[in-house]
């Protein structure tokens, strides 16, 4: 037998341990030494059978690496048929996590038992498809279809003990998970098994109607998204039709879905997250240095957010403001905001109680500052406040230190000519509400060491960040490149659209906010400032902020708000709009809103491009990552290379030249990067590939 699967022997009890860890995948060596192990086991007489994983869990579901190619048997459904119809029973024994074609596997099994703390679930939807493996029919049998599509239409994993509560995990074994296993099987020899497949109890008489009113509210967030409906008309399958055409229903959806360009665009974000954490030329021994504590300069919206993030996983951490009086209103707003999840039921007293004392604040500068092993600096956006902070911090703190800074648009490398140690000076900018993003851009500067940058990277994941590395330029990437979207807004304003015109479509493409709604909620006064700032103009947007319409600050902005903060339509910037356009002369037209699409996501392309031959981004999926983490960007639709790719990039380029004549934008001239590709019928996935194999 293969190392894949190991079996060995307690009396009458076989233990198959699936080996491949750290995840034990089921990769074709896996489902045929399961398959095999149950037959050795069924010939050498068993009367019951542990499965068992290796490494950090039981099992995280099929090898999505195998997807696409020709399928090598046994199937899945083959080693469950094999389980089903073995004389004894067979029992899983789950540790870590038993997700997708994991759970399936177990689920397909006469019992099972856990860890409490295990995780159990079905993340197929969140990889555009639906659990291909029986899962959808066996589940809803096991635990009421309702219940079963809460767990398969949102793909959240659930603990075992609440899997046990629902009903579908036997019994949580305390102590060693293999020695309780095997006792809990020899104990339970003999007694008699209701397979999944062949249980009714829970799906008889189920009402359709009170089915399709819960799935109706589960679907109201998937908004555009393929495989939530798909998961839900899966469990429908198993109380309208016998098993086995549920599995046929099952089987369709998955092998319609996989085949999808949503699928492949999540598939792309989920290994992306992970290519991401390699970078490019670091080299192996480059290592993170410790940190016990966290300073973070400045409790204002993002220093008070940055703090709460690492305090909410364990890190100490002390902010350090100007005055008293500013310390206590953001320590205060960080108490809120946690006071608030406790509220809502999704934080512990207790748990709230340990955040709350590892969250410190300190008014003296140096005193704090040389405790720290790392030091976040989060002070107002000005170049000279910058420097002289950084002067200050490097004085301060103790030689080897990682300082790094907040800054959204500054160059880290000026920021670092203010130190002795621009060597271990880097940027780590969060988003905005800084405990609740996942994304961390970490820019390097030209500077800045791999030792720097390991730490970065190594804290901000400790954090709960997925950090990007990028390089050091204006806006880094993300900012850069929606800067680039933001002129086109205001020419489709001018020419023709209103904002709920350009909201809707990119809502529809399932943005979770459009432009303009984003626009009001961030404060279209800091707009205008740069705008100021840079001397630049944009009539339309200037003639609201003229208006003191700032946004949801002010209750007004592109759209109005009542006291709930609806968003509603305000007749009034339909006149403001009119008026600049015609002041300007521009005769409206109606646009149509694939024009609106393409207005503002080929800027975007066009400017990723240019990042790319910069190297400010080391691969195109670094860029698509940033915009699923940072940008409310819907991850089914796998970011603005991966659209690109879709839409061809010699139709990209065409377009793009269409456009920069028609708008007279000289931003949509073609980067020599998408003239390269679409001449040689190349894409930027093609181009990532080729870094790969470098
Ligand atoms: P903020 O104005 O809310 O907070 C800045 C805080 O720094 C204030 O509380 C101020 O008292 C304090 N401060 C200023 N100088 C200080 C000093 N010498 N020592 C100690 N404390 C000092 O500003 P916000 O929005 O938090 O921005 C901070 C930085 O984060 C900026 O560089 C900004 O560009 C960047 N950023 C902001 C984002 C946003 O959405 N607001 C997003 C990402 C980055």
Known sequence: ???????????????????????????????????????????????????????????????????????????????????????????????????????????????????????????????????????????????????????????????????????????????????????????????????????????????????????????????????????????????????????????????????????????????????????????????????????????????????????????????????EEALAKGLARCHANWERTVASGRLSQAEYEKRKALLTGSTDFEGTVAKADLVIEAVFENMEVKKQVFARLDKAARPGVVLASNTSTLSIDEIASATSRPELVVGMHFFSPANVMRLLENVRGAKSSWPAIATATEFGKRIGKLPVLVGNCDGFVGN??????????????????????????????????????????????????????????????????????????????????????????DPEVERIILDVAEKMQVRRRKISDEEILERLLLPMVNEGARILEEGVAYRPIDIDVIFINGFGWPAFRGGPMFWADTQGLKNVRDKLARYAEATGDANLKPAALIEKLAAEGGTFASMGAAAKAA
């Open 1 to 323: 037998m293969s190392d894949f699967v190991q079996h060995a022997t307690h009396g009458d009890v076989h233990v198959l341990r699936l080996n491949n860890p750290p995840v034990n995948t089921l990769r074709t060596e896996i489902r045929a030494g399961l398959l095999a192990g149950m037959n050795a086991a069924k010939a050498g007489g068993a009367k019951a059978v542990v499965l068992i994983g290796s490494g950090r869990m039981f099992c995280a579901g099929a090898e999505m690496t195998e997807f696409g190619k020709p399928r090598v048997p046994p199937s899945l459904p083959e080693v469950f048929d094999a389980i089903e119809g073995f004389p004894g029973i067979v029992v899983a024994a789950i540790h870590g996590s038993a997700l997708g074609g994991g759970l399936e596997l177990a689920l397909a099994c006469h019992a099972r038992v856990a860890v409490a703390d295990a995780q159990v679930g079905l993340p197929e939807v969140k990889r555009g498809f639906v659990p291909g493996a029986g899962g959808t029919q066996r589940l809803p049998r096991m635990i009421g279809p309702e219940a079963a599509a809460k767990i398969i239409v949102s793909g959240d994993p659930i603990k075992a003990s609440e899997a046990h509560r629902l009903g579908f995990v036997d019994a949580i074994i305390e102590g060693d998970l293999e020695a309780g296993a095997v006792a809990w099987a020899r104990a339970n020899i003999g007694r008699s098994f209701t397979l999944a497949r062949d249980r009714t109890d829970r799906i008889a008489g189920q009402d359709a109607a009170a089915y399709d009113a819960v799935v109706a509210g589960l679907l109201k967030r998937t908004r555009g998204q393929e495989s939530p409906k798909g998961c839900a008309e899966a469990v429908r399958a198993s109380f309208t039709v016998p098993f086995e055409d549920g599995l046929k229903k099952e089987r369709e959806l998955f092998s319609t879905l996989v085949a999808g360009e949503q699928s492949k665009a999540l598939r792309h974000i989920f290994f992306g997250e992970r290519e991401v954490l390699r970078i490019p030329g670091m080299p192996a021994d480059a290592k993170s240095l410790p940190v016990e504590r966290l300073v973070v300069i400045g409790g204002g919206t993002m220093g008070g957010g940055i703090a709460m993030s690492a305090a909410n996983f364990g890190v100490p951490v002390t902010i350090v403001e100007m005055s």
């Open 480 to 569: 850069r490149m929606t800067g680039k979207r933001t002129p086109q807004v205001e020419k489709l304003l001018l020419e023709g659209c209103l904002p709920p015109d350009i909201d809707k479509v990119m809502e529809a493409y399932g943005m979770a906010m459009g432009p303009l709604a984003t626009g009001d909620l961030a404060g279209l006064d800091i707009g205008a400032a740069v705008r100021k700032a840079r001397g630049t103009v944009a009539p339309v947007a200037d003639a609201i902020v003229a208006q003191g319409r700032f946004g949801q600050k002010t209750g007004k902005g592109w759209y109005m708000y009542d006291e709930s903060r609806r968003r509603l339509v």
